[in-house]
């Protein structure tokens, strides 16, 4: 299987200008997240699904929006984009907690570079 | 989620032992510790987990405090391969699936 992928593998971006990041399992998780990694940081949540239908807000929300209309896909949209949002992201999924004891592995994808110029 | 505590980096001959250390005092008795560790340039990926009793996959060994306010992740014979950021990490049972990741420890392998 694939596992996760997302796309692009890299992207250059004018300020200003909105932009989706695609995410795509096939693990058939019902949680999915993406993370966005600066240089030398380690991965901080920008938004959470726990399930089809659901999202939440992660650490570091702003500018940043997602919906999670089936089980398999997760996109994570930038309205309007800054240079601050220059960074690495990572999606990512896990089998739900609920009924399991909550020690889910969680699968990552290989990531997008998005740099806003 | 209760913080960890590790170096910021480590080194190791090839082929030999590692351990890698992780301080949690503020731990809970229902968070785990769990493992994950990044390669250059990819995603993150998970190592191992445990809650209380020392842990073995193929990949390392977890061992756990007696009285979990620390925790070792042993790679038994390190490999070039290994050279990655291994992140130490808590996650609350009862908690959802969310992740905080730490600045994690660079670990070096010496060829």
């Known amino acids: 299987t694939a596992g996760i992928t997302q796309a692009p593998t890299s992207q250059i971006l004018a300020a200003g200008r909105s932009m989706t990041l695609r995410c795509t399992q096939d693990m058939r998780h019902n949680a999915m997240y993406w993370y966005r990694q600066d240089l030398g940081l380690g991965l901080r949540l920008i938004h959470y699904s726990n399930t089809a239908g659901t999202t939440g807000k992660g650490e570091v929300p702003d500018g940043y929006s997602v919906s999670r209309a089936n089980t398999d896909d997760f996109p994570l949209t930038l309205a309007s984009a800054v240079p601050s949002q220059t960074s690495v992201y990572f999606c990512a999924s896990s089998d739900s907690w609920e009924g399991v004891e909550g020690d889910n592995e969680q699968f990552f994808g290989p990531g997008t570079r998005l740099t806003v110029l | 989620d209760a913080k960890t505590t590790q170096p910021n980096s480590m080194e190791s001959n090839e082929e030999e032992p590692v351990h890698l250390p992780c301080n949690h005092s503020t731990i809970s008795g229902t968070d785990y510790i769990h493992w994950y560790r990044q390669l250059p340039s990819q995603g993150p990926e998970y190592v191992i987990h445990g809650l209380t009793s020392n842990v073995n996959n193929r990949m390392a060994s977890l061992a756990i405090a007696e009285d979990r306010k620390s925790s070792t992740l042993i790679l038994h014979r390190a490999t070039l391969r290994d050279a990655a950021v291994y992140y130490c990490?808590?996650?609350?049972?009862?908690?959802?699936?969310?992740?905080?990741f730490g600045t994690g420890t660079r670990l070096t392998i010496i060829p």
């Open positions: 990490i808590l996650r609350d049972h009862f908690g959802n699936e969310k992740l905080t």
